[in-house]
């Protein structure tokens, strides 16, 4: 019987798979309890080209304290901030890597709020 997170992990290796041969930079999500984490990586994998978390403090003062990073808004923030860091570092277009977790609720409101600030995919 397999876990939770064992079928997660496997469902986020099937689509990095399709994703590697696309060679193009990815947007991978990760979200836990308290926080949502977002970076665009390059097409290889090798190098981080930018990232952006409810866990920076710029980020966690502007959501009002801790506690507040597992919310829709702060999920929202995120995507606005990784769209305008991945166009800083000259990344326009990227494929979405949700890393098994479900289109729904904090990981759709963080892909909405990229592909609002100018992020294709």
Known sequence: MTTKKEQRLRRARQTRIRIATQGVPRLTVNRSNLH????VLSGDGARVLASA???EADVRKALGGAGKGATMGAATDVGKRIAERAKAAGVEKVAFDRAGFAY???????????REAGLQF
């Open 53 to 55: 978390s409810t866990a």
């Open 104 to 114: 729904h609720g904090r990981v759709k409101a963080l892909a909405d709020a990229a």
């Open 36 to 39: 949502i984490y977002a970076t």
